[in-house]
């Protein structure tokens, strides 16, 4: 069980980093995300929101695979 939690964290990790980069980027730039095609009544948000939420997501991934955001070991 510890192998496979530890092998959760690193890929969390991995992705939580690559995907850090890329919604950073496309924060810069947001003309590097696929245009949103509208289906629904609404408009969908902006490219800039994606990405924002993406980096949050993201950084939370990066934190749970570092240890930052994982609970105490419990006796």
Known sequence: ????????????LLAGAIGALICTWALV???????????????????RWHAAFGLVFSLAMLGYGSGVLRHRELP
Do not use: F, G, K, Q
């Not at 069980?1 to 969390?12: A, D, E, F, T, W």
């Open 29 to 47: 730039d947001p003309s590097i995300l696929p245009a949103v095609v509208e289906t629904a009544p609404s408009a969908p948000p902006s490219p």
């Open 1 to 12: 069980m510890h192998v496979l939690n530890r092998i959760i964290r690193i890929l969390c």
